[in-house]
């Protein structure tokens, strides 16, 4: 490990799921998604930022003909909670139409962002299928229920950082998933 890595990893009070667990379900879901898929095209729809990583190792364990679709989308704003408002592109800026579709996150929380765009697409882009996949799926309370096909991890209801999530912008590129310290936040 990296001098810096290890110096960004100081700030996270505990480690989630390491390297090595993220990988190996990785693996498995490419896998479920592989089977699931067989045959077909599949028309990718990641969000970003949060599921960079995530996507990234999982198309690369998906090998089936993948057209790729990046959406920014957000609702958290550079809080640690949603804000309730999911900011998005007003048109979808490419055609899913008559397409098998997998929409992938990086973390089932409210619900809000995810049911928000499965409603969209189904409703905006007519795909043949649409199915959901999320790294973590955080237990609790939904403000709105959401379908997913494919989920990673079940963790508790806390705020996570690495492998592609954030706090304003930083704690991406950790190769793990942990929890940040809170002397790290500042003070509001």
Do not use: W
Not at 49 to 68: I, M, N, S
Not at 149 to 172: S, T
């Amino acid at each position: 490990m990296s001098a810096s890595v290890a110096g960004v990893l100081s700030s996270v009070e505990r480690i989630l799921l390491d390297e090595v667990a993220i990988r190996q379900r990785v693996v498995e879901m490419a896998g479920r998604i592989r089977n699931d898929f067989a045959g077909r095209e599949l028309t990718v729809v990641a969000l970003m930022d949060g599921a960079l990583f995530f996507v990234a190792d999982l198309l690369r364990d998906v090998t089936l003909p993948v057209k790729l679709h990046t959406l920014s989308v957000s609702s958290y704003h550079g809080g640690t909670s949603s804000t309730g408002r999911v900011e998005m592109a007003r048109t979808l800026p490419f055609d899913l139409r008559g397409r098998d579709v997998l929409l992938i996150d990086d973390i089932l929380d409210t619900g809000l962002t995810l049911g928000t765009m499965q409603e969209r697409i189904l409703a905006e882009c007519q795909p043949v299928s649409l199915r959901t996949a999320v790294l973590l799926s955080k237990q609790r309370p939904r403000e709105r229920e959401v379908a997913v096909d494919y989920i990673g991890f079940e963790i508790a209801d806390e705020f996570v950082v690495g492998y592609g999530m954030d706090y304003q912008g930083h704690y991406r590129n950790l190769p793990c998933i942990g929890i940040l310290n809170p002397a790290n936040l500042p003070v509001s």
